[in-house]
């Protein structure tokens, strides 16, 4: 085989081990999957070296177009700030994980090198010769055949379980009328009005930065809750002075 | 090429997959490493598929091919049960699910 197989391999081994890493240790979960994207469209690329194009191409499109795609939407849907905590909370587990995990793909790792080093593959050009969807196609529908119609019937079950479980059963009387919105808004307590803007001022309008109320006093209405979290110094949210 | 190098690789993969399960308390960073996994043995097979001499070739490639398929239903119904999670406990770390009844 050509020596450019091995330099492209030698190359995307790095892409698909650091994303790998990255997903597995990334605090924010959205970070978390976008590393996985990377792993997946390099082993992509080997399969597409390993005279598997096909497989390639449903990998790239499947995985990272359709299932990471998912992944984000449930991210997005479950909120942004879902990122783990790395709070322990079973005794151990951290030495158990790094233990199993590290140990497993060392174990494995090593034993396939000592096996594998210095096979010299078959190949599949004879297979492939007239066409590797073809030959695959040949395999799935006159010996996997079953197995290929019990896959689309498991496929139809899935798509109609998810539907069912992701269903919100929503009851005539629950949703609530425009009288009661109103009563809602309007009822002592909440506040009727927009929020007040956050502050403009000469020398800054970022959104950081607090509108002022009538009296000057500064309004926490006026700036998004998620910015405390973001721990903003004082003179970070302060309004800067026009006066030099 | 040399066959070693992405059987090498699955297996790292498949580690940090196994690591990712264990270490994650999100359920959808668990089912992401379990994707990992899948992965790593997908990338095993179309690797074996090359390097034996079968008597039935491609057939790594079709088992590959069951596999993705398997994991896009998995996926599918484990994202739907995550979302009915969130939607009951606001929560999705799987050490806040309650094992033990409760009273709803």
């Given at each position: 085989?050509?020596?450019?197989e091995a330099v492209?391999?030698?190359?995307?081994?790095?892409?698909?081990?650091?994303?790998?890493i990255g997903m597995v240790l990334a605090r924010n979960a959205i970070h978390s999957a976008l590393w996985l994207v990377l792993t997946m469209l390099s082993i992509g690329v080997f399969y597409v070296l390993q005279s598997a194009p096909f497989i390639g191409m449903a990998q790239i499109i499947v995985y990272t177009g359709a299932i990471m795609m998912l992944f984000l939407f449930v991210l997005m849907l479950v909120g942004r700030d879902a990122s783990d905590s790395l709070i322990e909370t079973l005794?151990?587990?951290?030495?158990?994980?790094?233990?199993?995990?590290?140990?497993?793909?060392?174990?494995?790792?090593?034993?396939?090198?000592?096996?594998?080093?210095?096979?010299?593959?078959?190949?599949?050009?004879?297979?492939?010769?007239?066409?590797?969807?073809?030959?695959?196609?040949?395999?799935?529908?006159?010996?996997?055949v079953f197995a290929f119609e019990v896959t689309s019937a498991l496929l139809i079950t899935a798509a109609v379980g998810a539907m069912v479980l992701a269903h919100k059963e929503r009851r005539k009387g629950e949703k609530r009328g425009q009288p009661e919105t109103m009563r809602a808004r309007f009822y002592p307590g909440n506040y009727p009005g927009p929020k007040p803007g956050p502050g403009v001022y000469?020398?800054?309008?970022?959104?950081?930065?607090?509108?002022?109320?009538?009296?000057?006093?500064?309004?926490?209405?006026?700036?998004?809750?998620?910015?405390?979290v973001r721990e903003l110094t004082s003179s970070e949210s302060a309004p800067k002075g026009t006066e030099k | 090429m040399r066959p070693v190098i992405p059987y090498v690789t699955a297996a790292l993969l498949f580690g940090l997959g196994v690591y990712g399960v264990l270490r994650r308390r999100n359920a959808v960073l668990v089912l992401m490493s379990v994707e990992l996994m899948l992965n790593a043995v997908n990338l095993i097979l179309i690797t074996a598929d090359t390097t034996v001499r079968a008597a039935l070739p491609q057939t790594g490639q079709v088992f590959a091919l069951f596999v993705i398929v398997i994991a896009a239903a998995e996926v599918g119904v484990g994202l739907a049960i995550v979302l009915q999670l969130y939607r009951l406990r606001a929560t999705v770390a799987v050490d806040d699910v309650p094992l033990e009844k409760v009273d709803a």
């Open positions: 085989m050509s020596t450019g492209t391999f030698w190359i995307l081994v790095w892409p698909a081990l650091v994303g790998a005794r151990g587990q951290r030495v158990a994980a790094v233990l199993l995990g590290i140990g497993f793909a060392a174990m494995v790792g090593t034993g396939v090198y000592r096996a594998m080093d210095n096979v010299t593959p078959a190949g599949l050009e004879q297979a492939n010769a007239q066409g590797n969807v073809e030959g695959i196609a040949r395999l799935l529908f006159t010996k996997y000469a020398t800054s309008d970022s959104v950081a930065t607090p509108g002022r109320l009538p009296d000057g006093t500064l309004t926490d209405r006026s700036i998004s809750k998620i910015l405390p | -």
